[in-house]
């Protein structure tokens, strides 16, 4: 096995425990465990997805099918991001920060912007790549 097979397992076994973490969090007794699962999910889904060949080494600038592609891969690194922040906003204990309140569940709404960047970015890519 290469290096790019294990980091896609990686990848992809980061992408499911997000979904199991974000699942577990339902449960009000189980809260603390979907909080620490939810930060290993994300840093596995960070490390498989970042340690691969970088995209920009595989697309070149000139043609507008590899432009599309580096976009969208640059829009996955603002959905990495904010998994990380929502997975850390899992941690912060509720209060006032800053003028701001931070309820339980604010972390989902950062969780959210990870779900659509991710969905879209799936499917682009797929197209993109097919035609």
Do not use: C
């Amino acid at each position: 096995m290469n290096k790019e097979k294990i980091l896609g397992y990686v990848e992809s076994a980061g992408l499911l425990q997000v979904v199991i973490a974000a699942a577990i969090w339902i449960l009000p007794d189980l809260r603390t465990v979907a909080q620490g699962w939810m930060a290993v999910a994300a840093v596995m889904l960070l490390l498989g997805r970042f340690l691969q060949e970088p995209f920009y080494l595989k697309y070149s600038e000139r043609d507008p099918k590899e432009l599309t592609l580096r976009r969208l891969y640059h829009q996955r690194v603002f959905g990495i991001i904010a998994l990380i922040l929502a997975a850390a906003m899992m941690f912060v204990p509720q209060g006032f920060y800053y003028g701001m309140y931070v309820d339980k569940s604010s972390w989902l709404i950062l969780f959210v912007i990870f779900v659509v960047i991710e969905v879209y970015t799936a499917f682009r890519i797929s197209s993109v790549d097919k035609g």
